[in-house]
């Protein structure tokens, strides 16, 4: 093998785990909490450009003009690029992720990467313009000789290490309850909100992840090739790194790896091959259809990659004694109702409104909700009642009125903290999370969790794995109560529609609630299955738990719920219980004749 053929070979090697880094890093964003990073190469290239300037020497007015030249020791220009990036990631992530929903948030970060591009190039005295940094010195540069076949072996051997680094901290976070937090997010973010997780944490967290493995990357990767310029970091690699990961299989570090070594290094590799033909720059053009061509294949033939991100399955009776554990946990709704008594309010709306562009879709609502009762709410379909729900639980911000649990103000409260104080919610429609089986879905309310924090999932599975198997314990008690034993290890998604109503419910219990918030529990279930809700409701009512319920079927309002509001076009036209409402007219031409 010629000297050449080696570097060839050896600078494959980097750039396998150069992108490797990068596909995990774009993973944790992506693949596992939703965050369509586009612009994932901004990170990489201040990485890149920090360890550059770290580890050069002083300008002094040479041909290059950039700023610091600090001359830094290995490794600190690799932990500088790391930095870099994750800094950077900080105002970014504060501006994008706070202020703009999911699809503005992807669109915002292609443009910013392109006008970051324009900015670099065009600001030369900043890191030489377009012309971009050249000389950039190997680490290790005076120590050992640079030029040799030994000391490439040793750059692979660091990229390794840092490579393996990289994926045993992703492998903790994925496979975590961390990790089951971020997946939820992913699938439905109200959902995840209304069980108390901080999306804007969450997401700052793995943007800001993100960004550090991305620097790291680019840091390797100057260090290796010398130089860095902004045609080499343009918008389309941030492609790349995305059609690695639906190639390889979004979820899943080895399917990021595995997309690694497919597209960005052996696809784009094996194009070198193909002999020049057609007019000038046709075979790299013909090189970005290809990408786009695959793509779009695996979408539509292979959505879910090569390596699909693996089913949780949990042992029939972990350790031996989840089921016995399960016995010694509170019962949902065992919380304590604070200081409200059965004759005090435990959640109060006072003259709530909530406007939609004009539209009052909820205008000047009062009511109490009382801890040991269910309150029923019902009315014709369009008068308010699941945007009352929305707004009591904090999805929806009130434009109007205030908001009190247990004689404190929440009214500005966002739905992550309501739901911390005991305030949770069902949803009108089916919200399960899709992609996580019946038995995560219940385990990612469990509140408290040590596992369910960064560092908690980075310090390992000895750290959570006890309080773990109790959380399992007690969801499969749920799961044994509502029949649903069998399907602990489904897809939530693939579930009927009545199931997924039961996986919600049973989801809000794990919570241990205070006040519980129902909107149509019963729609969607088989009939043979709603007597079971009822009694359940029946026993958490027992319990002291507060219960607010929008029902349309009025032989479940009237056994369970007392007193019973009405409301129309936004308003409460009536309330008391069922047989006193079935004696006003108004309410009866309003709703119940129908």
């Known amino acids: 093998m010629t000297a050449s053929e080696l570097y060839y070979l050896f600078t494959l090697a980097v ?158 976070i994925v496979y975590s309850p961390y990790g089951r937090t971020l997946r939820a997010m992913r699938e439905r973010e109200p959902a995840a909100a209304a069980l108390g997780k901080n999306l804007v944490r969450l ?44 190639v390889g299989g979004r979820g899943n570090n080895l399917g990021a790896l595995l997309g690694a070594l497919l597209v960005p290094v052996g696809f784009e590799e094996a194009t070198r091959f193909i002999p020049e033909f057609g007019p000038p720059g046709f075979i790299p053009a013909m090189q970005w259809v290809a990408i786009g061509l695959l793509i779009i294949g695996f979408l539509w033939f292979r959505p879910r990659g090569l390596l699909p991100e693996p089913r949780r399955v949990f042992a029939e009776d972990p350790a031996g004694g989840g089921a016995a554990r399960a016995e010694e946990t509170p019962r949902p709704g065992a919380r304590g109702i604070g200081s409200a008594g059965p004759s005090t309010p435990l959640l109060r709306a006072d003259r709530v409104a909530r406007r939609f562009e004009g539209l009052r879709a909820v205008d000047d609502v009062s009511l109490d909700v009382f801890p040991g009762r269910i309150t029923g709410l019902i009315g014709p379909n369009g008068a308010g009642k699941s945007t009352l729900l929305a707004v009591l639980a904090g999805t929806l911000p009130v434009s109007a009125g205030r908001i009190l649990m247990d004689g404190q103000e929440v009214t500005r409260l966002p739905a992550y903290r309501r739901a911390r104080r005991g305030l949770v919610r069902t949803f009108q429609l089916s919200s399960e999370f899709a992609q996580l089986t019946v ?24 750290y959570w794995w006890a309080d773990e198997l109790r ?124």
């Open 15 to 172: 750039y396998a785990g150069v992108d490797g880094m990068a596909c995990i890093g774009l993973n944790l964003q992506f693949g596992v909490a939703g965050l369509v990073n586009f612009g994932f190469i901004i990170f990489q290239a201040a990485g890149a450009y920090a360890a550059a300037v770290l580890s050069m020497p002083p300008a002094n007015g040479g041909f290059q003009q950039y700023v610091l030249g600090l001359q830094l020791p290995f490794p600190l220009p690799w932990l500088g690029g790391a930095a870099a990036g994750g800094l950077l990631a900080v105002p970014i992530g504060l501006i994008v992720l706070r202020r703009l929903r999911t699809d503005y948030q992807a669109i915002s970060l292609l443009v910013l990467s392109v006008i970051a591009n324009l900015v670099i190039t065009n600001a030369r005295p900043f890191l030489n313009g377009a012309a971009g940094l050249s000389l950039v010195p190997p680490p290790l540069t005076g120590l050992v000789d640079t030029a040799t076949v030994g000391y490439q072996w040793l750059y692979i051997v660091l990229t390794a290490f840092c490579l393996a680094i990289v994926l045993i901290a992703a492998n903790r």
């Open 203 to 246: 997401k700052m967290e793995m943007f800001v992840l993100g960004g550090v493995i991305a620097g790291l990357s680019g840091a390797i990767l100057v260090g290796f090739i010398g130089v860095w310029a902004p045609a080499t970091w343009l918008y389309p690699e941030t492609i790349v790194l995305f059609a690695a990961l639906i």
């Open 439 to 462: 038995l995560e879905n219940l385990l990612v309310a469990a509140p408290a969790h040590p596992g369910d924090s960064l560092l908690g999932a980075l310090r390992g599975t000895p």
């Open 471 to 594: 959380l399992v314990g007690r969801a499969r008690e749920l799961l044994a109560r509502f029949r649903m034993s069998a399907a602990e290890s489904e897809y939530a998604g693939n579930l009927s529609g009545g199931q997924k109503r039961l996986v919600e419910i049973m989801r809000a219990l794990m919570l241990m609630p205070r006040v519980l918030l129902l909107d149509e529990p019963m729609a969607g279930v088989h009939p043979s299955i709603v007597g079971e809700i009822a009694s359940f409701l029946e026993t958490l009512r027992e319990n002291g738990l507060a219960i607010l319920m929008v029902e349309h079927e009025l032989s479940m309002v009237e056994r369970l719920c007392d007193p019973v509001i009405v409301m129309a076009q936004g308003q409460v036209i009536g309330r008391g219980s069922m047989s006193a409402l079935r004696r006003q007219r108004t309410i009866v031409e309003a709703y119940l004749a129908g």
